[in-house]
């Protein structure tokens, strides 16, 4: 999300995962699906500038999500 702060993007990234998570889902043949959704996020500053970069660590949280219980939000971490 461009102009979009740290805190911000964690806030969407959680609303689009209990939307996503909120309820079954109809598919064809009239049967319901429960889905979940794990969800990466990474924000520069402080990540860096570099696209390739911020994707990386964005997937590297989201990998962590699904990990970690899925159906989550993770933040991604700053490289020390």
């Known amino acids: 999300l461009e102009d979009t702060g740290a805190e911000a993007a964690l806030e969407a990234a959680e609303r689009l995962r209990g939307a996503v998570s909120s309820g079954p889902i109809a598919v064809p043949g009239g049967a319901a699906i429960a ?28 990998l962590r999500a699904k990990r970690r219980d899925r159906d989550r939000v993770e933040r991604a971490r700053v490289a020390s």
């Open 35 to 62: 889905i979940t959704c794990s969800v990466g996020a990474a924000s520069s500053p402080p990540l860096g500038a570099d696209a390739v970069a911020l994707l990386a660590a964005a997937d590297e949280a989201l």
